[in-house]
């Protein structure tokens, strides 16, 4: 495989600030989880919002680099894409939190965390894949961590289907329900991004093999 590292130059800053932005979306992962555990009638979103703020002036680091460095062989509309995939975790996970904000009183947070579980496992992987793409990775290495994301997504998809079956039972009050299946959407939509962040890596190492 040719070098990931002679690719991006002398410079390793892009990696830096992959990994950096990586780590921001899990952050916000457990940001919310904090935001959900103490969810008793009060909640405060600033964490969210910093989070979110911290994976947008990384992204447009990242996008300062690629005007000032000369990039060859890789293509920069990738270093572009798996940037956009990151920062749309953090922007998901804000965005549910701003909709649990409006609607905690109609809902239970810990409804949420087997989803949130699998959110925080999702986001561990693509913190662990991202880390990889300077080590120059076998395509193996990297497919057997992206089916990991695609098994955590699968898992996703069947607990919404059980959610849904409770929502549509008949024995949820219709706010609740519409509530519920708001919130549930969301969370699965930030498992959803995890996994795009996962398939970008993977193209990337894949087109460098």
């Known amino acids: 495989m040719i070098s990931l590292a002679k690719i991006f130059g002398k410079s390793d800053r892009f990696f830096e600030l992959l990994d950096a932005s990586a780590r921001a979306s899990y952050q916000s992962i457990e940001a919310l989880e904090r935001v959900l555990g ?28 690629l005007v000032n460095t000369f990039v060859t ?6 270093i572009e894409s798996l940037s956009r995939a990151l920062y749309r975790i953090p922007k998901t996970v804000e965005k549910f939190g701003e909709r649990f904000d409006i609607m905690h009183q109609h809902v239970c947070a810990a409804d949420f965390a087997p989803q949130m579980s699998i959110a925080k496992e999702a986001a561990t992987v693509v913190c662990r894949m991202v880390a990889m ?15 990991q994301l695609q098994e955590l ?9 059980g959610y849904l079956k409770e929502i549509y039972s008949g024995r949820v009050e219709p706010i609740k ?5 708001d919130l549930y ?4 939509k930030v498992i959803d991004r995890c ?7 993977t193209q990337i190492v894949l087109k460098n093999s």
């Open 185 to 188: 959407d969301l969370l699965e």
């Open 153 to 161: 997504e699968g898992r996703a998809d069947q607990l919404v289907l």
């Open 38 to 65: 103490q969810a008793d009638g009060q909640v405060s979103l600033a964490e969210l919002s910093v989070t979110r703020r911290n994976e947008k002036k990384i992204a447009e680091q990242i996008s300062e680099e």
């Open 195 to 201: 996994r795009d962040a996962g398939n970008v890596v």
């Open 73 to 78: 062989t890789l293509d920069r509309e990738d």
């Open 133 to 147: 793409i300077s080590k120059s990775p076998k395509l193996e290495d990297v497919k057997y961590q992206n089916d």
């Open 177 to 181: 329900a519409m509530a519920m299946r």
